[in-house]
């Protein structure tokens, strides 16, 4: 799989409250920050590799029993609710598997949800902050979204309506929503484009006045700030990062002053710090000869500057297909499709990272990208 890849909300259910700005200016939001305790990491095969994550040291350990095995293939890029859910779309199929995530961190699959179109991808997933519903973008001979109901026990159910169509030309990938479960974004490439769509109370979407927007290039990565203030769309056709206010009254979109912010050569996925004051960026420098990770600022405006020392370079990594910040706000984590294996860093001042001890951490082979529970 040679190309960038989504990287997914590893903390969707982060509460939404107040920001505030340090005093370099850089945003600040005022969250409830909580320990890592499982990483799911999506295989390119019919399984999911699973590990424990040291909440003091961030330090992987596979879990018993891992990887687990799962219906189908391709389940790339899990999504979580933070907590005790997990669910894999899988790209070669109209399916969605839901699981309970155990005190142990074994996986209980609580069924498939589908899609009526047949012939469709689910290439991603992201639940809303309420934990009732999960959206997927769709593509292949329908373009737009499917939304499910999340059940008690996890068993999913197809929204009316679902799925939804939007008026985005290029194919669908990647979906992020707002924290207060108001807005959904659904990214597409070729040609690029975000489609915005309102929540409503029973899950069902509507697309919104002014979408779709078009970004600078070619991408399809993206992340809103935990405020929800700002989203950030990674066009990796040109290396730039797109930056836009939201709307909180309509979920609509402007390009924010001095946007798009250049990332340099190979830029990819993105992943939010929780705490909203960083963002990182896979990197490929030297055309993907090596791998790492970059790193900007968020400044209460919304500019983005890069942080001292970034890019990052993870030593012998070949080919980096994700990236995500744990749920604590302490650790970041890259994964290397060739080595294979998951490196590790520690968020320092600044936003700096460091590579923890015992890093890389192996993993089975073509490891895609992650979702961490709290």
């Not at 999340?150 to 979906?175: D, M």
């Not at 990272?353 to 490891?367: C, D, I, K, R």
Request: hydrophobic share 40%.
């Amino acid at each position: 799989m040679k190309r960038p890849v989504l990287a997914l909300a590893v903390c969707i259910a982060v509460a939404l409250a107040l920001a505030g700005c340090t005093s370099d200016g850089s945003l600040l939001g005022f969250f409830n920050l909580a320990a890592p305790r499982f990483m799911y990491v999506g295989l390119d095969a019919t399984s999911v590799a699973g590990f424990s994550v040291d909440p003091s040291t961030g330090a992987l350990s596979a879990l018993p029993g891992s990887p687990f095995a799962v219906t189908s293939n391709t389940g790339l890029f899990p999504a979580t609710n933070g907590t005790n859910r997990l669910f894999l779309p899988y790209q070669n199929s109209e399916n969605v598997e839901s699981f309970t995530v155990g005190p142990d961190g074994a996986l209980g699959s609580n069924g498939l949800g589908t899609t009526p179109v047949l012939g469709d991808w689910l290439p991603n997933a992201a639940v809303t902050p309420d934990d009732r519903f999960l959206i997927a973008p769709v593509h292949g001979g329908f373009k737009g979204a499917a939304v499910w109901s999340v059940g008690a026990s996890g068993a999913l159910t197809a929204v009316s309506g679902s799925p939804f169509p939007g008026q985005g030309a290029g194919r669908p990938e990647n979906v992020v929503i707002t924290p207060d479960g108001r807005f959904a974004y659904v990214s597409a490439e070729s040609p690029p484009s975000i489609t915005i769509y309102s929540i409503s109370a029973s899950g069902a979407l509507t697309e919104t006045a002014g979408s779709p927007v078009t970004p600078s290039g070619d991408g399809f990565s993206m992340a809103i700030t935990p405020d929800g203030r700002y989203l950030y769309f990674e066009a990796f056709a040109t290396d730039e990062i797109n930056a836009y206010s939201i709307a909180s009254n309509s979920g609509a979109l402007t390009p924010l002053p001095g946007s798009p912010f250049a990332v340099g050569p190979g830029g990819g996925v993105l992943a939010m710090d929780p705490t909203g004051r960083y963002l990182y960026v896979t990197v490929h420098p030297q055309q993907q000869q090596v791998a790492g990770v970059g790193g900007f600022a968020i400044h209460d405006d919304g500019s983005l500057t890069p942080i001292a020392g970034s890019p990052w370079i993870a030593p012998n990594a070949g080919y980096d297909t994700c990236v995500g910040a744990d749920p604590s706000g302490k650790f970041v984590y890259l994964v290397d499709e060739t080595t294979p294996a998951i490196f590790g860093y520690t968020i320092g001042a600044g936003g700096a990272l460091t590579l923890m001890s015992g890093s890389p951490f192996a993993t089975p082979p073509t490891p895609i990208c992650m979702a961490i529970t709290h």
